[in-house]
């Protein structure tokens, strides 16, 4: 009796063989990253926001090195998420823009530096 050519039967591919599965770690609870505050010049943001009662449009843009653009958009991404407030006026002619955290920016903050934290300490157990 023939062998069976496993890769004719199979649509033109060989078979591999079974990888043995090695016994994972302690599992973590996984919870979904807010995708707000992920997002590098966001978290940025955020974190200067933190750490300051208030910055203005210049002084983040500076601090980050960020463009007029980059930093307005995702600021403005934060500000519909109610994570920062804006306020917009004049210093004598000068338009000026300040910003300032929310109580929820610094409750999701906080979270998210929580769950980071928590997958640094599981990475070094395993």
Same mark, same amino acid.
């Given at each position: 009796m023939a062998k069976k050519n496993h890769a004719s039967s199979? @649509? @033109? #591919? =060989? #078979? #591999?063989? =079974?990888?043995?599965v090695r016994s994972a770690p302690a599992r973590v609870e996984v919870q979904e990253l807010d995708r707000i505050i992920h997002e590098r010049v966001r978290l940025a943001i955020v974190s200067a926001l933190a750490v300051n009662d208030a910055m203005t449009f210049a002084d983040l843009k500076a601090l980050l090195s960020a463009t007029d653009g980059n930093l307005s958009v995702h600021a403005r991404k934060l500000e519909? =998420? @109610?994570?920062v407030h804006c306020t917009k006026g004049f210093d004598g002619r000068v338009p000026r823009t300040e910003y300032r955290l929310a109580a929820a920016g610094r409750k999701a903050l906080e979270k998210y530096l929580a769950h980071m934290e928590a997958l640094i300490r599981a990475t070094r157990k395993g």
């Open positions: 199979e @649509g @033109g #591919r =060989a #078979r #591999r063989p =079974a990888v043995p519909d =998420a @109610g994570y």
